[in-house]
């Protein structure tokens, strides 16, 4: 009903309406950039800004520390608090070490072989220079699950599981992503 008793524009209104809007156009266009600075500024941006950024791991001088900072990490660790037990052997760079966790106790770290342990790891020491220079988890396991699958002359991992891994499974070793690395890529 409004629309039937809308009064009429005189000409002067009608000619202020057209004046607004050719001034609102000039002024967007001058605010506004155009289309081919919108491409360039939208590839600068996607350029600029890495997408999935990770945290990045700190340097460390040994596989030992590397691989005690990963299971301490909230990240890659996550979850640790939840596992029964483990104990991993390693020989890297011409030591024997191993990591584990007692029952309701703190990841530790101890030197010498391990007579019981859920899975032997074996680096060679070309693998472990690369590991080192990961600079985030992804590149970690990328290095990693590469020279498991495919050993080359000098670079090589090798994983030995020694029980059963729906055991090792219900321990906890596949909710946490260092551990799912280290014994998941072995089934």
């Known amino acids: ?5 809308r009064r009429k524009k ?11 809007t050719q ?5 967007a ?16 941006i996607t350029e600029e800004v890495p997408v999935g950024r990770e945290s990045t791991i700190p340097y460390h001088a040994s596989i030992q520390d590397r691989l005690m900072y990963m299971f301490n990490d909230s990240h890659m660790g996550a979850g640790i608090e939840g ?23 703190k990841v530790t770290i101890k030197a010498g072989a391990m007579t019981d342990q859920d899975a032997h790891v074996r680096m060679s020491n070309d693998v ?4 080192l220079s990961a600079s985030n988890f992804s590149e970690f396991s990328k290095i990693f699950m590469q020279y498991y699958k495919n ?37």
């Open 1 to 5: 009903m409004s629309r039937f008793f």
């Open 10 to 20: 005189s000409s002067e209104e009608e000619q202020e309406v057209v004046e607004d």
């Open 23 to 27: 001034v609102d156009a000039a002024e």
């Open 29 to 44: 266009q001058e605010t506004e950039p155009s289309v081919e600075e919108v491409t360039e500024a939208e590839a600068s």
């Open 83 to 105: 596992t029964d037990e483990f104990y991993l052997e390693f020989m890297a760079m011409g030591e024997r070490f191993w990591i584990g966790k007692v029952p309701l106790g």
């Open 128 to 131: 472990v220079a690369e590991l």
């Open 151 to 187: 050993a080359e002359a000098g670079k090589f991992i090798k994983i030995e599981v020694r029980k059963p891994i729906t055991d090792l499974n219900r321990r906890g070793y596949a909710r946490v992503p260092i551990m799912k690395l280290l014994i998941g890529s072995a089934r």
